[in-house]
């Protein structure tokens, strides 16, 4: 579902210019009045547009909610079988390639979850997340950028032979701009290196990106432990692949929704 707010605005012809209510002047008329352009004292032609509704609930509330995005019918539909074949190609070698395939779809999915989250659309669609030969190989060199990025920190610290306390604040520093560059990477017009100005969004909205990192940090968690939380749940060893992809691809749509939110709400 698209959630679409109406904006009304005013053109003056004359001037050529776009005017809010509140610039326009009224001008009476009859029993009534009319809205004229300050400047020129023409007519203001009314307009109306669709721009994404932003959410009337706290941003914090809107982001936990996210927790729910993996079960909607529609994004059980493609997370799932998702999953599966990405498990079958895990347990046989020949299914290397069909693995790196499946890989590269799945992170175009969660790149377009981010996008059309922003745009206020809610589903996972086909059309969203296509890709041509020519863009699997695309896809997965900008996420492995990100994650580089990411690692610079922890390989300072292997590199300078630093104590283990300074590992903990480079994984955490790393943790810290994975969504920043999640949100530069998977936009369409992004290129291999876009994932180096994701400090950007950091700096233009300090406050809801970090209340948007403490939202995503148990689906960060789950994401991480999704082969121990499989290995707890179920003892078929089999099975263990399938459902640590399901959790972890679960907790990837979580983070890559609750990065979209930040978008659509504080952009």
Do not use: N
């Not at 210019?17 to 007519?43: D, H, M, N, Y």
């Not at 907790?251 to 952009?267: S, Y």
């Amino acid at each position: 579902m698209v959630r679409m707010a109406e904006v009304v605005s005013y053109f003056c012809e004359r001037c050529q210019k776009t005017l809010g209510e509140s610039e326009t002047k009224r001008i009476a008329a009859g029993t009534g009045f009319v809205l004229a352009c300050p400047t020129c004292g023409g007519l203001a032609r009314k307009e109306t547009s669709q721009i994404a509704a932003r959410a009337s609930r706290p941003l914090a509330i809107e982001m936990l909610l996210a927790y729910g995005f993996p079960f909607r019918p529609s994004s059980l539909i493609a997370l799932v079988p998702m999953a599966l074949v990405i498990a079958i190609s895990c347990w046989s070698i020949r299914g290397v390639l069909l693995g790196v395939i499946c890989w590269a779809v799945m992170l175009a999915m969660m790149f377009a979850i981010v996008r059309s989250t922003a745009a206020g659309d809610d589903r996972i669609t086909v059309d969203s997340i296509y890709l041509d030969r020519g863009e699997v190989a695309g896809v997965i060199a900008r996420y492995v950028v990100l994650v580089l990025v990411c690692a610079v920190p922890v390989l300072l610290v292997w590199w300078l032979g630093m104590p283990w306390p300074f590992w903990a604040i480079a994984i955490l520093l790393g943790y810290l701009y994975f969504p920043a560059g999640l949100i530069t990477t998977s936009q369409h017009a992004s290129t291999l290196f876009d994932a180096i100005v994701g400090y950007r969004v950091i700096a233009a909205m300090p406050v809801p990106y970090f209340t948007a990192v403490a939202c995503m940090t148990p689906a960060a968690l789950a994401w991480f432990a999704s082969p121990f939380i499989a290995e707890a749940i179920v003892d078929a060893r089999p099975f263990i692949a399938l459902v640590s992809q399901v959790v972890s691809l679960f907790a990837f749509a979580i983070v890559a929704r609750i990065c979209g939110i930040l978008l659509r709400e504080e952009l």
